[in-house]
């Protein structure tokens, strides 16, 4: 996405969207096949990877709040589950984000296992779009996602998901969508116990380290 009048390079930005883009000048917007030219503000309503949608208003709208349609580019094309996930790994189980990061889009968990070597693969899907990835590892390789996980989350007292905030966990681990993953992941192993608690109106998760050990 570039300005009419911007002659810098342009280069790729992460962000959260929704975002409001406000210029005085065209902008225009491409996916190298594709190309819109507007005039006027630019709601990015959602940016994923894989899509781009755009809800375009005009320079002067009766109603701000109102845009005048909604334009999508494919920035590339998207991926198959079967055509990402190593070769040896089988289905394990999914679940669901427990609250929504675009609207009321739920993201949803797939977890595949290698068993000769207890690793682990997520992938992160949303309305059938590959949003993530991640390869997390053996259980038998100290340095994987998987084993930090399994040792970070190793606790002499019970504990919740809120009390595992990603600006304290190891590097390879500050990202909430990993700490879920390993959570998921070693549960189901049962490495851990998962109890529903209720706590004012909110139902969560307490987890509790079980004494399963790796053989």
Same mark, same amino acid.
């Given at each position: 996405?570039?300005? *009419?009048?911007? $002659?810098?390079?342009?280069?790729?930005?992460?962000?959260?969207?929704?975002?409001?883009?406000?210029?005085?000048?065209?902008?225009?917007?491409?996916?190298?096949?594709?190309?819109?030219?507007?005039? *006027?503000?630019?709601?990015?309503?959602?940016?994923? *990877?894989? /899509?781009? %949608? /755009?809800?375009?208003?005009?320079?002067? +709208?009766?109603? +701000?709040?109102?845009?005048?349609?909604?334009?999508?580019?494919? =920035?590339?094309?998207?991926?198959?589950?079967?055509?990402?996930?190593?070769?040896?790994?089988?289905?394990?189980?999914?679940?669901?984000?427990? $609250?929504?990061?675009?609207?009321?889009?739920?993201? %949803?968990?797939?977890?595949?296992?290698?068993?000769?070597?207890?690793?682990?693969?997520?992938?992160?899907?949303?309305?059938?779009?590959? =949003?993530?990835?991640?390869?997390?590892?053996?259980?038998?390789?100290?340095?994987?996602?998987?084993?930090?996980?399994?040792?970070?989350?190793? $606790? %002499?007292?019970?504990?919740?998901?809120?009390?595992?905030?990603?600006?304290?966990?190891?590097?390879?681990?500050?990202?909430?969508?990993?700490?879920?993953?390993?959570?998921?992941?070693?549960?189901? %192993?049962?490495?851990?116990?998962?109890?529903?608690?209720?706590? *004012?109106?909110?139902?969560?998760?307490?987890?509790?380290?079980?004494?399963?050990?790796?053989?």
């Amino acid at each position: 996405m570039s300005n *009419g009048n911007n $002659r810098h390079r342009i280069r790729p930005y992460h962000f959260p969207a929704p975002l409001l883009i406000k210029s005085d000048s065209p902008i225009t917007v491409t996916d190298g096949k594709a190309t819109l030219k507007h005039e *006027g503000n630019i709601i990015v309503r959602v940016a994923d *990877g894989y /899509l781009i %949608e /755009l809800q375009l208003q005009d320079k002067t +709208p009766e109603k +701000p709040t109102l845009g005048r349609g909604i334009e999508s580019f494919l =920035i590339e094309e998207p991926k198959s589950v079967q055509s990402i996930i190593p070769i040896g790994f089988d289905f394990l189980k999914k679940s669901k984000a427990t $609250r929504a990061t675009y609207g009321d889009e739920i993201s %949803e968990y797939q977890y595949y296992k290698r068993e000769k070597d207890a690793s682990y693969y997520v992938v992160i899907k949303r309305e059938n779009e590959i =949003i993530r990835e991640y390869n997390l590892g053996s259980l038998f390789d100290p340095e994987s996602k998987i084993a930090i996980a399994l040792k970070t989350f190793t $606790r %002499e007292r019970p504990f919740y998901r809120k009390d595992l905030k990603p600006r304290l966990m190891p590097s390879s681990l500050r990202q909430g969508q990993l700490i879920k993953s390993c959570l998921d992941i070693l549960v189901e %192993e049962g490495f851990l116990s998962a109890q529903n608690i209720n706590i *004012g109106d909110r139902e969560i998760e307490r987890y509790t380290r079980t004494s399963k050990i790796l053989p």
